[in-house]
């Protein structure tokens, strides 16, 4: 007559072995998520480094966007465009509409340098730098002027 | 279906317990057939538990971080919100919240400025970081000093103490900053 087997896996190594991975992970766990806005360095420094004059039969662009108490001015060869910030909150989708316009305009161009007024809140630079870079101006200076 | 049988009037029963009463082991019977006792040889349910760590395993390993950083973020900074963002790395942080500035959690100097004022000058924090670009450059002789810094500050924080630490980052060769936000998630 055949003998009665025990065939029930045995669990204990497994919870050892989940017991420890739980541990491992719950020390190592991040749990509050950060990321970085990265500034391109040369456009940062170019009010005091001006770029050389290493291609003059393209042309130049100057696009620079301040951001004041009161509005976000866009500068694109000496022409203004002016965008109001009611109630301490910019008006991100005019600015981005039109950021794309010039995007679209001018495609090659992804460099801007982004000035602001002294007395505005850090999250007013941070909005303005994340739009930019999220319509495509990959390489954005700030200007601590 | 009754249980009346033959011609003679006796009721024929379904036989009941068989030992006489004088010899009926009442507790033994109730042990035996009541079911009162349970089996003492209790088995712990070992599956359901295997079944939550596994959960469990599953959640920490999707939230797990393999590039290891430390981020120390201040108590007193609300990060700003950004959605175009980069992977964090560890380089060195420099903290500015409302009345202190600090690089890698080492309290490096008051933030009293007024922002009239033009003076941009933090000596104690140059000197940390002139510090660190040395120890840097001892570390890895033969190559260029990048100068990759993060920098956190309070969402609210005028824009003018921020740039008094920017300009002192650049004057030491920190020109590569990165501004720490929180992800926006985007569903």
């Known amino acids: ?145 | 279906m009754s249980n009346l049988r033959g011609n003679i009037d006796r009721v024929i029963e379904t036989p009941g317990y068989h030992l006489k009463p004088q010899y009926d082991l009442e507790g033994t019977r109730a042990r035996l057939y009541d079911g009162q006792k349970k089996n003492t040889n209790a088995v712990l349910p070992l599956a359901s538990m295997i079944d939550m760590f596994s959960v469990l395993v599953i959640f920490l390993i999707l939230n797990f971080s393999a590039t290891g950083e430390v981020f120390f973020v201040n108590k007193d900074i609300k990060l700003p919100e950004a959605k175009n963002t980069n992977p964090l790395q560890g380089f060195p942080v420099v903290s500015v919240a409302k009345d202190i500035v600090s690089l890698d959690a080492e309290r490096v100097g008051e933030n009293p400025l007024s922002i009239e004022e033009k003076d941009y000058n933090l000596p104690m924090l140059k000197a940390s970081l002139q510090r660190i670009r040395s120890i840097e450059e001892t570390i890895y002789p033969g190559r260029e000093f990048q100068g990759r810094i993060n920098l956190q500050a309070d969402q609210d924080l005028a824009v003018v103490y921020i740039k008094r630490v920017m300009n002192t980052l650049i004057e030491t060769g920190w020109v590569n900053i990165n501004f720490a936000v929180q992800p926006i998630q985007e569903n």
């Open chain 1, 1 to 145: 007559m055949a003998k009665e087997t025990n065939e029930e896996l045995n669990l204990t190594p497994f919870i050892g072995l989940f017991a420890m991975l739980v541990v491992l992970l719950l020390l190592t766990a991040v749990w509050n998520q950060i990321e970085v806005l990265s500034t391109n360095s040369a456009n940062s420094t170019a009010s005091n480094n001006p770029s050389p004059p290493s291609e003059p039969e393209k042309e130049k662009i100057d696009l620079s966007v301040s951001v004041l108490e009161d509005k976000v001015q866009v500068s694109l060869n000496s022409q203004a465009n002016y965008f109001p910030i009611l109630d301490s909150e910019i008006n991100k989708d005019q600015l981005s509409n039109y950021m794309k316009k010039v995007k679209n305009r001018y495609p090659e161009k992804s460099d801007v340098l982004l000035y602001t007024d002294n007395r505005i809140p850090y999250r007013h630079l941070i909005e303005v730098f994340d739009l930019l870079v999220g319509v495509g101006f990959q390489d954005v200076g700030v200007s601590t002027q």
